[in-house]
């Protein structure tokens, strides 16, 4: 496959409530959706990264810039064989994660629309995955009676689990109040998106008393080694979210005692290909992994959905369902909580969902084309970044 075309379209969906973490409040998603043509086919799929660095460094910015300069011209050189290529297309290129996952991730969906199969088929899936068990995460409330209002509506919506967004003075309160409300059998974990020190260890002991399923990335992004100790100083299992970046950082990460559970996003590894390696690695150490989410459109959720029928996959996920992010979802046949609190995996080509294009021209603010020869050219000549010539 040779691209022969590339659309990227900025959009902006309203959320339907603030979502905050200990890093900030979002109230609209915002991402790149884009668009890969070749051969008559559209493949999609959506960038994680946000406006600001503050859950990685990088940006709707960096990777407008990373596409467009860097990774797009290596990849409009290949004939592309197989989408398990891209990785190593683009493995020159150092980080950039999140912007080689959203062309990686296209380009599966157009190869799967290609073969006429399903994306899970394609990526080795378990035909017997077809209903995906779902959680919700749930934001930082501003009293513990809105949090237990919140995850009250949430279970009797039918979700499976509780995440809950904690911080330094709204964690153990909060939980505890939660754990009362809604009795022992619910199953509750906690994500601190790294806002703990090594010295937080007899606030975070206390937790061990609330039988939370596990701690989400309590510790810096950058640590392996801390969380390990604390992970030999808790009952509550630790989960490692922003820490691992590729299969190689899970098997240190396995290796050191630090993640004794994994999230997986495909942004964070870049791209569904490392994705898969990151589920082999800890599949190989007993470490059971689940689906993490970015407050996704349902292009984005289309593609986890897909991922999460490796074997592998043992708990559930952040992969909510439309109506619990958005009014209107983007794409034309929104995803629904099935009554058994699971997503069922879009069985058509590709990631099974569209994108509706009344919709990404209604909520879209950006949209721009780049040509394979306007593409292949911004390699050979200098990028041009506001005329400055570097
Ligand atoms: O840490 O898992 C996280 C959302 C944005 C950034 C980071 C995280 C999250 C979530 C939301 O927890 C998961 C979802 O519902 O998509
Ligand atoms: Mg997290």
Not at 79 to 97: A, H, K, M, S, T
Not at 385 to 390: D, P, S, Y
């Amino acid at each position: 496959m040779r691209i022969e075309r590339i659309t990227l379209n900025f959009v902006e969906l309203p959320l339907k409530s603030p979502f905050e973490t200990s890093f900030g409040v979002e109230t609209v998603k915002s991402c790149w959706v884009l668009e890969v043509m070749a051969d008559g086919i559209s493949g999609y799929a959506e960038s994680v990264a946000d406006a600001d660095p503050l859950y990685s460094e990088e940006t709707h910015a960096s990777v407008y810039y990373a596409l467009k300069n860097h990774l797009l011209p290596r990849l409009m050189a290949q004939d592309i064989q197989n989408p398990e290529d891209v990785r190593r297309f683009l493995g020159p290129v150092r980080g950039n994660r999140m912007a080689k996952a959203v062309i990686e991730m296209a380009i599966w969906d157009w190869w799967a629309k290609s073969q006429s199969q399903p994306l899970w088929k394609i990526l080795g899936g378990n035909p017997d995955k077809s209903r995906i068990p779902v959680g919700v995460s749930i934001g930082i409330q501003p009293t513990d009676a809105q949090l237990i209002k919140v995850a009250e509506e949430y279970l009797r919506q039918g979700y499976r689990r509780l995440k809950v967004k904690i911080k330094p003075g709204r964690d153990f309160e909060p939980l505890r109040a939660l754990r009362r409300a809604v009795g022992d059998e619910v199953a509750i974990m906690a994500d601190a998106n790294s806002a703990y020190r090594l010295d937080d260890l007899a606030i975070l002991r206390r937790l061990d008393a609330l039988h939370l399923m596990m701690l989400e990335q309590p510790l810096a992004e950058d640590d392996y080694v801390d969380h390990g100790v604390l992970a030999a100083g808790l009952q509550t299992p630790i989960c490692l979210d922003e820490s691992i970046r590729s299969a190689e950082d899970a098997r240190k990460a396995i290796g050191l005692g630090s993640a004794e559970i994994i999230n997986i996003k495909v942004g964070r590894v870049g791209g569904l290909a490392e994705a898969k390696m990151v589920h082999n690695m800890a599949k190989t150490h007993d470490v059971p992994v689940w689906c993490g989410g970015m407050l996704e459109t349902g292009v984005g959720r289309a593609h986890n959905l897909h991922l999460t029928t490796l074997p592998n996959f043992l708990l559930p996920g952040d992969t909510s369902a439309s109506d619990r992010y958005f009014h209107e979802d983007l794409i034309d046949a929104p995803f629904v909580l099935n009554s058994d609190g699971t997503l069922s995996v879009p069985q058509g080509p590709g990631i099974g969902v569209e994108p509706d294009p009344e919709k990404l021209r209604r909520f879209g603010t950006y949209h721009e084309t780049w040509t394979h020869d306007e593409l292949t050219a911004a390699r050979g000549g200098k990028p041009n970044v506001l005329g400055l010539g570097f």
